[in-house]
């Protein structure tokens, strides 16, 4: 049987190719051929760059009050967080205007909103005086504990 | 069946719940405290809803909120797990009211069985043997030795009005009664100004046997054995085995029957598990849970059944299916709960989990919500992780178990692995000769 | 029984092999090449042996290596594991001339099963079903004729002389039988100036179903049922089921009374895996694996037994102990094999591990020796954890499936996980509903 | 059967390839023919430099050759470590003197211990000339792969 000299150049373009690629090894097989290429590098890179990464068991789960905009909001100190689970009415009764709207001016104990839970209206006063800069919910919205619901400044 | 089942739980439960949701393409609803942000089983739920600050009061104990988290997330069903309002009658009943389905017995059978004096009476009333007793004052000396004969000794000598162990005297043979029930009434007079004490039968070194149940809306009932939860500190299990080293064949189908026959009396539906005490041959009840319980997997392990899986079916209203004789037992089971504490001094132990390995192979479960870098609270109970192993008899599950315990890893907390490492050595525990007492004597000692 | 066992192997079969060990009193003897050093099992070993470099075959593939560090640590027996030595006569009679005792069948039987030719005569000897063939060249178009009628089409007819598709032609009715004959003959005369062909029976789209066996010193044989390893790409398994989606009851104990017949039949000890094609309702051997295999742990699910415990006990001499009426199986088990190669590509994805967080729970099992923080060595096989879940019925187990493959972190190297993620939620999958050529079709259609 | 000869230049041309493209491995096959090269590299990366404390998920085996003091030896350059798995012997027979001891001169090539695998004896042979400073097993000593025996400075 005569024997196949080396094909140099197919193991150089494999080479080549495995460069190319970012791959560590390539296999190839044709009728009668097959060669493998294969370049192991230490992989300095793969540690995580200190300390414990807590590892993801999944994608976060899709909950409220998650996004990062949200998460800024709960950091900002004029901002009125959500003291109970509930549903959010922004007025009175269904038909009325709302309690407040972004820009008013409202004084310390003004209701600005009401949260519905076990079929009870909690109204959720302002801390203190100030101007609306942010309304974070909306009309009939689910809120959890904690959730940010206006920002008074 | 259910769309969505809200879980008002935490911990290694809450996740267990929603294994068993996930594997049924029931959809998932975690209620959380602000503490529990970064917990396993809130990543992993399709939704969750923080329900408050992290005092369980506040949060996990609060029904408002968890109505109201079950509310807008529109979930058609809630499974409270074990402890916090798991054994609630109100919140069963609140649950029920708002439509949604408890996954559970009712509120009627919860609040039977959540009172002392009616869940005695109640299991007497259904046929199940309860601790003999006077069932009242006894007032002359004379009637106590008749009572005493009549339920053999030792007997156990109580203050009616008493507490702390004053007023309280036992008597091993007929010679020190007279001289126990004296002293029990000026006891009691001097504590408490009444003399008036009742008697009990004294169990000196019982075990603690568990049946556990499961029954449908459509009246049938099935036991899946029993769980020997005798090693126990301060009245806390840490080890629990499936079946018990103390029981035989007759002893374990005789009371399978006793059990399934007042469940049947009752009308109770769902999972729930009779405790008695067991000695010499005999069982006493003493009280029933009414809900899921910790060691639930040894069950599970020697019967091959998913209890969870069995809860939500059965509420969903779904017949059980299979009868007594269709339920198999193989093999044995042991489950170590692991706690964050001290394992000589038991104080509590939270922090950062570091390095976080969990045994794995043949015959071997765990139970967890641990991960590497989770902060584990201080506001809850201490319990992380269960190791729950299986083998094809006692000794193959201790060697198993033994394997097992020496490839956990924990870092950043203090564990009670150390504690089992320990236990599983002992000769009385490797030969089943244990009674509710034994723990707690042995770790008093090596305390002392 | 054996006091201290060499395990000869690496990676999670290493692991496996060390905890049926430890759970039967044994020691172990770790022998790793200098990159698996901080491998589990050496870890964990009471004893490791460093035998060589990196390349398998100056280590785990040295003989005289293997059993010198035998020899050194007095070790009574070797497990080879699967792979590597553990189908090399010639290393089990080594081992066995050293005076230890090698965990498998003996050298003569794998000499037997480890030749094509010589497997496929005794096999059919001991009454095996296997691929009917013409036996020899097929000379004329008549004879031909008579052989493809005989043994049904479709056929194939291939070169002799052949290999790599040339001069292979198939048949699959009679009138494209002569076409066939020519063109084959033509083609096998240019390709390798040798018109000689040979005919065997053609198979479509078969399963690959093989049946894992046990026999011990004293004549007992059973079969622990079939296991349905038709996923493949490339060659190499990718998922295996038990029991296969394919069979009927009668089809199982039909092949497993044949099986069991014909391992008593060849003498044949130890534990063995007999391979079949199955298609149309027939078996056809193909070949019989002489060792421990990657996927016996599906079948330790449903049937409940310890393989390599078994293939100890049964090394040692000692009696199975129970007979095939005694084998009882419940529900559906699947192995996932998860490799550190990219899900696409399919290239090695050799690296540090950094989170490693397995799935827990009810009917999960993971074998794996990873940790986090572990290196990879890129010397060996890819495959680095085996998910492996058991469930009430198929159906459920998929759904286990899911959630576990769902809950499984693996962080620092690409890994195949997304490709059973995509595999358990496909149709064809889902329904039972694929051949040996199934998942290669997918996987090339997705390439291309 | 007749074995094939091996074809020399085909490997180093393999060889050559190897080094050229920085590979670690080529695989290669004709009809009737397949030759695989590779040179695995020293991974310097073995060693966790910081980062991820790898969890010890057992006590560490009390395998031989782990000690802190014969890992210092591992790293020093005049060290001669065994090359196979076996017994050492450091005389040529029973009863006869050790073939070196410490502060002896030795030259390269020189016998300096036996090492027993399989029932062969292998002789350990100095790799350079210089001064034995330290014997670091006894006579009847298992030793493992790569495990440190003489150093020669």
């Not at chain 2, 004379?142 to 156990?156: C, K, N, R």
């Not at chain 2, 999972?271 to 003493?286: C, D, K, R, V, W």
């Not at chain 2, 969903?316 to 042991?334: K, M, T």
Request: contains cysteine.
């Amino acid at each position: 049987m005569p024997k196949p000299p080396i094909d140099s150049a197919l193991v150089r373009s494999l080479a080549a190719l495995l460069d190319e690629n970012h791959l560590t090894e390539i296999e190839y097989e044709g009728s009668g051929l097959r060669i493998r290429v294969a370049r192991n590098l230490p992989s300095p890179m793969m540690m995580a760059p200190g300390g414990y990464a807590a590892p993801p068991p999944a994608p976060h789960p899709a909950g409220a009050g998650s996004t990062p905009a949200e998460n800024d909001w709960a950091h900002h100190p004029g901002t009125v967080k959500s003291p109970m689970v509930g549903v959010a009415y922004m007025s009175p009764e269904p038909g009325l205007p709302p309690f407040i709207g972004i820009g008013d001016m409202v004084s310390e104990g003004q209701t600005l909103l009401l949260i519905e839970a076990m079929k009870t209206f909690n109204p959720i006063r302002a801390p203190r005086g100030g101007k609306v800069t942010a309304v974070l919910v909306h009309d009939g919205q689910p809120v959890e504990f904690g959730e940010p619901l206006i920002v008074v400044e | 069946m259910f769309d969505k089942i809200l879980i008002a739980n935490r911990g290694e439960i809450a996740l267990r719940i929603h294994r068993a949701c996930r594997e049924m393409g029931i959809k998932t609803v975690a209620v959380h405290s602000t503490a529990d942000h970064d917990a396993m089983h809130v990543r992993l739920a399709d939704e969750s809803v923080c329900i408050g600050p992290p005092p369980a009061r506040d949060s996990y104990l609060n029904k408002a909120a968890i109505i109201a988290a079950a509310t807008i997330t529109n979930a058609d069903a809630i499974h409270p797990g074990y402890g916090f309002l798991s054994e609630n009658a109100d919140f069963a009943q609140m649950v029920e009211e708002h439509g949604i389905c408890f996954i559970g017995p009712t509120a009627e059978h919860i609040r039977m069985m959540g009172d002392k004096i009616t869940a005695k009476h109640a299991a007497h009333e259904a046929g199940l043997p309860c601790v003999p007793g006077s069932d009242g004052a006894v007032e002359t000396e004379a009637q106590a030795q008749e009572l005493a004969h009549s339920m053999g000794y030792p007997v156990l000598i109580k203050a009616t009005a008493g507490g702390g162990g004053k007023g309280m005297k036992h008597a091993h043979t007929p010679d020190q009664l007279i001289d126990a029930f004296r002293t029990a009434r000026s006891e009691a007079k001097a504590a408490f100004g009444n003399s008036e004490v009742y008697m009990e039968k004294y169990l000196l070194a019982p075990r603690h046997i568990e049946i556990q149940i499961l029954a449908d809306n459509h009246g049938a009932v099935v036991h899946l054995g029993e769980r020997d939860c005798s090693l126990q500190r301060r009245h806390q299990k840490v080890l629990e085995e499936a079946p018990s080293p103390a029981l035989n064949a007759d002893a374990r189908e005789r009371i399978g029957r006793v059990a399934c026959a007042a469940i049947r009396k009752l009308g109770y539906r769902n999972a729930g598990t009779l405790e008695f005490l067991y000695e010499n041959g005999e069982f006493y009840f003493i009280e029933m849970n009414t809900r899921l319980q910790v060691e639930h997997p040894v069950t599970e392990a020697i019967c091959g059944i998913d209890i969870v899986r069995e809860q939500i079916r059965i509420a969903a209203g779904a017949p059980l299916g299979y009868e007594q004789s269709d339920v198999r037992f193989s093999g044995h089971a042991i489950e170590c709960r692991i706690n964050a504490e001290d394992p000589q001094t038991f104080a509590p132990s939270p922090g950062r989990i570091g390095g976080f390995h969990t045994p794995g192979g043949l015959g071997v479960r765990v139970d967890s919500g641990l991960y590497s870098g989770y902060q584990v609270p201080p506001h809850y109970d201490s319990m992380i992780a269960k190791l729950i192993v299986h083998g094809g008899s006692r000794n193959e599950c201790l060697m198993r178990l033994r394997r097992a315990l020496g490839e956990f890893v924990i870092e950043g907390v203090k564990t009670t692995i150390p504690l089992h490492n320990w236990l599983v050595n002992e000769a009385d525990f490797i030969n089943g000769d244990y009674d509710i007492h034994w723990l707690q004597k042995m770790v008093d000692r090596s305390a002392g």
